[in-house]
T-cell receptor
Framework: KAGVTQTPRYLIKTRGQQVTLSCSPI?????VSWYQQTPGQGLQFLFE???????NKGNFPGRFSGRQFSNSRSEMNVSTLELGDSALYLC?????????????FGEGSWLTVV | QKEVEQDPGPLSVPEGAIVSLNCTYS??????FMWYRQYSRKGPELLMY????GNKEDGRFTAQVDKSSKYISLFIRDSQPSDSATYLC????????????FGTGTQLKVEL
């Protein structure tokens, strides 16, 4: 069974540009969450989508947005990139939303903003 | 103060040692507790998942939860060099969906 797949794995962007990251969850999983990982702040929750609806949102500015498609695949977008947005962006999937689900992570997308 | 505190290490142990990794938390709403292992430049891998207070064992790994003390632990028996990684505790609240709150991670090195 394939795991969570994220593309692209590595990318470099310039300040002020925007970026779109893609995530394909484990087959059958309908919940997709996004996290940002940096050396200073660790892993921080961005948002969760289930059945194409945002269910939960972390404490990030509006420049960070996401969406989910009918096939459960998800994308996140960061507009007007800042140097501080350089991070590993992780996608996680789970079979359901609600409480107490097991959550599996992808390998992440490494974003460098220059 | 962070909701979840975890000693960042690094922790260096000889092969075969018993390793103890710990997290404390302040939010009493946390009900579900997980341990993830993350190798360098890889995504976190789920190791253990527990709900109630008590112990859960899986092979060389034992997860322990003490909700009264807001303290969780992961024990690794017979540690191997392949266990060298960063170990992250994570927890979620009832009704919180799939939002996980993570500790900062403990870097573990198991030496030959």
């Amino acid at each position: 069974k394939a795991g969570v797949t994220q593309t692209p794995r590595y990318l470099i962007k310039t300040r002020g540009q925007q970026v779109t990251l893609s995530c394909s969850p484990i087959s059958g999983h309908r919940s997709v969450s996004w996290y940002q990982q940096t050396p200073g702040q660790g892993l921080q929750f961005l948002f969760e989508y289930f059945s194409e609806t945002q269910r939960n949102k972390g404490n990030f500015p509006g420049r960070f947005s996401g969406r989910q498609f009918s096939n459960s695949r998800s994308e996140m977008n960061v507009s007007t990139l800042e140097l501080g947005d350089s991070a590993l962006y992780l996608c996680a999937s789970s079979a359901a939303t609600g409480s107490g689900n097991t959550i599996y992570f992808g390998e992440g997308s490494w974003l460098t903003v220059v | 103060q962070k909701e979840v505190e975890q000693d960042p290490g690094p922790l260096s142990v000889p092969e075969g040692a018993i390793v103890s990794l710990n997290c404390t938390y302040s939010n009493s709403a946390f009900q579900y507790f997980m341990w993830y292992r993350q190798y360098s430049r890889k995504g976190p891998e789920l190791l253990m998942y527990t709900y109630s207070s008590g112990n859960k064992e899986d092979g060389r790994f034992t997860a322990q939860v003490d909700k009264s003390s807001k303290y969780i632990s992961l024990f690794i028996r017979d540690s191997q060099p392949s266990d060298s990684a960063t170990y992250l505790c994570a927890m979620s609240a009832a009704g919180g969906g799939n939002k996980l709150t993570f500790g900062t991670g403990t870097q573990l090195k198991v030496e030959l």
